[in-house]
């Protein structure tokens, strides 16, 4: 069964850095476009980043994204985080070509981000 775990999330002033992980389990990692996403109460889930099995990447806003194939996980550098960056961040995995639409496969459970004035 394919898991995708995050980890990092927290509390911090704005301002501030946070750099999340994505451990991956039980599936090719390096064959899969891996992406982060983000949800508020009451507002759709927005994509924040994705990066393909080229490791060419796309970017919805001021954070960096990264892969490790060797330790088959995900990254997201978040760096001058503000108020609005306070979400719960969603990773997702999907074989091969990244879809369209953040119609991604796979979707860890989430890691709660709050940043306070």
């Known amino acids: 069964e394919v898991q995708v775990v995050e980890s990092g999330g927290g509390s911090v002033q704005a301002g501030g850095s946070l750099r999340l992980s994505c451990g991956a389990a039980d599936f090719a990692f390096r064959y899969h476009c891996m992406g982060w996403f983000r949800q508020t109460p009451g507002k759709e889930r927005e994509e924040v980043a994705t990066i393909d099995i080229n490791t060419s990447t796309r970017y919805t806003g001021r954070f960096t994204i990264s892969r490790d194939n060797a330790k088959s996980t995900l990254y997201l550098q978040m760096n001058t985080l503000k108020p609005d960056d306070t979400a719960v961040y969603f990773c997702?995995?999907?074989?091969?070509?990244?879809?369209?639409?953040?119609?991604?496969?796979?979707w860890g459970q989430g890691t709660q981000v709050t940043v306070f004035p």
């Open positions: 997702a995995a999907h074989p091969a070509s990244c879809p369209p639409g953040g119609s991604f496969e796979y």
